[in-house]
């Protein structure tokens, strides 16, 4: 039989895929390598790169922040400058444009200086900014003013967060009529961490923009104050959130921080789609931070690393058991337990470097041990993304005791970067590690250490399982390659958020 593509001669790849590819709009408030305070930056530039791989026309609309440098990002002014209101003030935005490094993505900066033209994102100082519900409304608000004005009709609006709710609920609550660009969209809204809601005074209601009806138990209303993060589960027409095991975990009381019931009413749209990770940003083969490169094949500059990692923080360059933490310091990261075992894990053969920012009470009790066990253990109290790489590459092991993990993107640079890791059995951390057992050791499928129980005597339990198991090279070195075997890259997720939107588009 001949097919009809057999006859015609084959079009270039980019014009086959165009029949299904669709036109998206992500609204988020951090994005790598503009601006970031975690995961989400990661995951806001390399899902749209993703995306556009698979022939999507994908563009992204984020703050303008201080510290996002125009002249080496390549930040152009456009000539769109219009005005924004919120609550009694409106303010006139200009956006600025970019690409996403390496992609033809593009990138839309909403300047607004009062608002905008600060030290950090979202706080200072471990406090968070007095005006947040302002500053957010206004970037919902012109996101969805923005395809108007660049003559752009987007099919699907791709919210993230608390910060990006509104957006969606804007667009449940009257935007599409308002803004003719916005018609025919769909919204889709995705749950990076539930732990943050953006939860305000009713009282502050005005700064929404949104009408009256719309503070009420199917719309943001949460215990008489107004919840952002709600307006985007309650409007969106699907939802995702960052692993399978987290969308399970968040209809429960135990994880669903008071927005389970919800959840469970909308467990129908609710999707659970793995984070993958930028393969060619975390590659131990190319990466420019290290001091020597690797592959699975050729390891012997995983060793350089893990040298040059000991001499440069001070600790003596031994083959003692080298164990790495890269985390916000907050207490979804297990600190507590972590500081609770710190005594017994000290006494052991090993070395730990914890990489980390976030509340003064962590910052304070870290640089205390650290005294205390010099030679053992350094902290460094910063964001250094150029050290993340190198304690990725230069660690043997890396520690995860996180209370509640939506995805956590760390374990899987570990893996990828042969950094064998020890985690809590939770969220996105039970979906991408697997435990080392005698079954999975003889199937070669073991990539790691996963303690349940979430107390200091569970992680000390974790971190003997792996000392024992770096006394055997032939058992470590089959951890090493099985993690760097792993595929974690966005090919399949990126893919499920394509089927996802399809799915948003589908008539209800
Ligand atoms: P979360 O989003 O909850 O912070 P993830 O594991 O999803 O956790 O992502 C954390 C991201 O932030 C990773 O890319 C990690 O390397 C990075 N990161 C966190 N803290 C620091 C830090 N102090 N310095 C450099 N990178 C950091």
Redesign the pocket.
């Known amino acids: 039989m001949t097919t009809a593509s057999s006859r015609r001669p084959r079009k270039p790849a980019a014009r086959r895929r165009a029949a299904t590819a669709l036109r998206l709009l992500f609204v988020v408030s951090e994005v790598?390598p503009f601006s970031?305070?975690?995961?989400?930056?990661?995951?806001a530039s390399s899902l749209p790169k993703a995306l556009a791989a698979l022939g999507h026309d994908v563009r992204l609309v984020t703050p303008l922040y201080r510290a996002i440098h125009r002249a080496r990002y390549g930040l152009r002014p456009t000539r769109l400058v219009f005005p924004v209101a919120v609550g009694a003030l409106t303010y006139d935005v200009r956006v600025w444009e970019s690409l996403l490094p390496g992609s033809p993505v593009r990138v839309y900066f909403v300047e607004c200086p009062p608002l905008f033209d600060r030290e950090g994102l979202y706080q200072l100082r471990g406090v968070d900014y007095p005006d947040n519900l302002e500053r957010f409304s206004l970037l919902a608000q012109a996101a969805l003013q923005l395809p108007q004005r660049l003559d752009w009709t987007p099919e699907i609006l791709h919210a993230h967060d608390w910060q990006a709710a509104l957006a969606c609920a804007h667009l449940r609550y009257g935007a599409r009529e308002r803004l003719p660009a916005w018609r025919q969209a769909a919204s889709v809204f995705t749950i990076?961490?539930l732990a943050y809601q953006g939860v305000f005074p009713a009282s502050q209601w005005a700064l929404t923009q949104l009408p009256p009806q719309a503070l009420a138990l199917e719309g943001l209303e949460f215990y008489s104050q107004l919840n952002c993060l709600k307006g985007g589960l309650m409007g969106a027409e699907a939802l995702t959130t960052?692993s399978p095991t987290y969308a399970r975990e968040i209809q429960t009381a135990a994880f669903g921080c008071g927005l389970e019931g919800v959840l469970q009413q909308r467990r129908g749209a609710l999707t659970g789609i793995l984070?993958g990770i930028d393969t060619a940003v975390w590659n131990p083969a190319q990466d420019p931070h290290l001091p020597a490169r690797y592959t699975a094949a050729h390891l012997a500059g995983k060793a350089v690393c893990k040298q040059h990692l000991q001499h440069t923080l001070g600790l003596p360059v031994q083959r003692a058991l080298v164990i790495g933490m890269?985390?916000?310091l907050v207490e979804?990261?297990g600190i507590e337990i972590l500081l609770a075992a710190l005594p017994a894990l000290m006494a052991l053969p090993l070395q730990l470097i914890i990489?980390?920012?976030g509340e003064p009470r962590f910052h304070q009790s870290l640089q205390q041990h650290a005294k205390r066990y010099p030679g053992r253990l350094s902290v460094?109290l910063?964001?250094?993304?150029g050290?993340?790489h190198r304690i990725?590459a230069g660690a043997d092991a890396f520690l995860?005791p996180s209370r509640f993990?939506?995805?956590?993107?760390?374990?899987m640079?570990s893996m990828r970067y042969g950094t064998v890791p020890i985690v809590k059995r939770v969220g996105?951390l039970a979906d991408t590690v697997t435990n080392v057992s005698l079954r999975t050791r003889r199937a070669g499928t073991a990539t790691g250490f996963v303690f349940t129980e979430h107390s200091a005597p569970a992680l000390i339990r974790g971190v003997r399982r792996a000392l024992a198991a770096y006394q055997h090279p032939s058992v470590w070195g089959g951890l090493v390659r099985a993690g760097m075997r792993r595929d974690c890259s966005w090919r399949q997720s990126a893919q499920a958020y394509a089927a996802v939107y399809a799915q948003a588009r589908q008539p209800r």
């Open positions: 790598d970031k305070t975690g995961g989400l930056a990661d995951v990076h961490n960052v984070n890269i985390q916000r979804q990261k990489l980390g920012s460094q910063t964001f250094d993304e050290l993340a990725e995860m993990e939506p995805c956590g993107l760390n374990q640079y996105g």
